[in-house]
């Protein structure tokens, strides 16, 4: 093999970029897309759960006999959809901090920003 090629194996020869690049995003990117799987599929039961309870207060409306009854059955409707979305967005908030500390702990070696070349 002629002197002035490069190989990858040779481990005193610099790494392309593409090869150097792969060992940081490819531990973050598996961490980013267990989050996003995980947001995901907790977005999807909020969802299924917010339709039910919906539906449910839909039949009570249609049961109803009495504005007083309406009145009382939005009101509980409200009140249960105030307190759900709020434990929900805590729920995402705790699944986007244990991301973002994922990714800070993936980083076994930082980089060098002296490493760039002229």
């Not at 995901?40 to 299924?48: D, K, M, T």
């Not at 006999?65 to 434990?87: D, G, H, K, P, W």
Request: proline share 5%; with cysteine.
């Amino acid at each position: 093999m002629p002197a002035n090629k490069r190989t990858i194996e040779d481990s005193t020869q610099p790494r392309p970029p593409e090869l150097a690049a792969m060992g940081l995003p490819i531990a973050v990117g598996a961490a980013a897309v267990q989050a996003w799987a995980e947001m995901g599929a907790e977005a999807v039961r909020f969802v299924r759960d917010r339709l039910q309870q919906d539906i449910k207060t839909q039949q009570g409306m249609l049961a109803c006999t009495s504005l007083e009854e309406m009145r009382q059955i939005q009101s509980e409707f409200f009140a249960v959809a105030q307190e759900q979305y709020a434990a929900e967005a805590v729920k995402m908030l705790d699944l986007i901090r244990k991301v973002a500390a994922s990714g800070r702990t993936a980083s076994t070696t930082a980089r060098r920003y002296d490493d760039v070349p002229f």
